[in-house]
């Protein structure tokens, strides 16, 4: 009896915390047309199509303030202020997400050349791409597009 009781233990712990997990993280799907009256078409082409903006061009690339940058299309919390760094790349750039964010890693083998794409787990918008060439502690190089972001200032 004590194993059975133990196995129902686990058994709901797992179910319990599987349901609070999938809230917090619930997934958001929209239609394209319903991400088209959502977006401004630069947000749309760049989250939507995978497009890229152009270098030094985007609202955060030389951005200073404290607090937190989250997806434009379903708001999920991604950056903080406290990881982004100058890479003089031109595109906002963070060396590691927040913890729990859901940042979801894709191999992109596009326009001949291999990398990691960067998507919002929480919603699929593509976000930018991750290289191996930035600072300590992490060496990581989130290279974000700044029209798939929107800024919270820290309070």
């Not at 915390?17 to 088209?36: D, F, L, M, P, T």
């Not at 030094?56 to 299309?73: I, L, S």
């Amino acid at each position: 009896m004590k194993p059975v009781l133990f196995a129902l233990f686990f058994l709901t712990l797992f179910l319990c915390a599987g349901r609070a997990h999938a809230a917090v993280q619930e997934k958001v799907e929209k239609s394209e047309e319903e991400w088209r009256a959502l977006l401004t078409p630069e947000q749309f082409e760049i989250t939507r199509k995978k497009g890229t903006e152009r270098a030094f061009t985007g609202a955060y690339w030389d951005h200073h303030e404290k607090g937190v940058y989250a997806c434009v299309c379903c708001g999920a919390l991604l950056f903080s202020s406290e990881a982004k760094y100058d890479s003089g790349s031109g595109w906002p750039s963070y060396w590691a997400t927040i913890e729990g964010a859901p940042v979801v890693e894709k191999r992109d083998v596009s326009f001949g050349m291999i990398r990691t794409e960067v998507l919002c787990g929480r919603c699929d918008a593509h976000l930018g791409h991750l290289f191996s060439d930035g600072p300590p502690p992490s060496g990581l190089r989130y290279c974000i597009n700044s029209a798939a972001l929107t800024f919270i200032p820290a309070e």
